[in-house]
């Protein structure tokens, strides 16, 4: 499994042109994130399971 935080665009406005936009560019900069994973079950509904992971 490969997680990403942030995509960039593949080319420009056609298939032969490999730019992508400068406002799409995303720079080389150090960023840290972080995602949780649960199980799920089919006794519990996602909306619950949400729920019940959020901060009290």
């Known amino acids: 499994v490969h ?3 942030k ?3 593949v080319g420009g406005d056609d298939s032969w042109s490999p ?3 400068e406002k799409y560019l995303i720079p080389p900069v150090p960023c840290t994130f972080s995602m949780r994973f649960c199980l799920i079950s089919s006794s519990k509904s996602c909306f619950d399971i949400y729920r019940s992971m959020l901060p009290k």
């Open 19 to 21: 730019c992508v936009h």
């Open 7 to 9: 995509h960039m665009g």
């Open 3 to 5: 997680l990403d935080h």
